[in-house]
């Protein structure tokens, strides 16, 4: 009588390890986009911020800072870690005493995000790298 050997085939694990690489190839890149939009998200709050010191920049001074450096900040441009966000004049209007915008670009893998734009008159969109935008 032959003894029973317990134990799975070589078959049974090619086949699982198999079954495992297509379930991984499907929810990787799921989870890479949860994570830039986590970062994303992150950024924004950041930006609110500074558009509320903006505004109280604006009540002080009767005009928006286009330099972050007046609004307290060590450097014209601020760095997150994922994110360079800096100031500008709005495009659409000729002065500091009308608006400012505030436009984050993405850095290291955060690069594939595209671009943030809030400004203090109400537009607040995301850029993605082929140039649509969306809402926020």
Do not use: W
């Amino acid at each position: 009588m032959m003894k029973e050997i317990k134990g799975f085939t070589l078959l049974e694990l090619l086949i699982a390890l198999i079954i495992v690489g297509i379930i991984s190839s499907i929810a990787y890149p799921s989870y890479q986009e949860s994570v830039r939009e986590a970062k994303r998200s992150d950024a924004i709050a950041v930006m609110q911020k500074m558009l509320a010191s903006e505004e109280k920049y604006f009540i002080d001074n009767r005009v928006y800072a286009d330099d972050l450096k007046d609004l307290g900040l060590d450097a014209s441009t601020y760095s997150t870690d994922y994110y360079d966000i800096s100031a500008s004049q709005c495009s659409s209007l000729a002065d500091l005493s009308l608006c400012v915008e505030l436009t984050a670009l993405g850095t290291g893998d955060q690069q594939k995000d595209g671009k943030i734009i809030m400004n203090t008159i109400g537009r607040s969109v995301h850029v993605d790298a082929d140039g649509n935008e969306t809402q926020l």
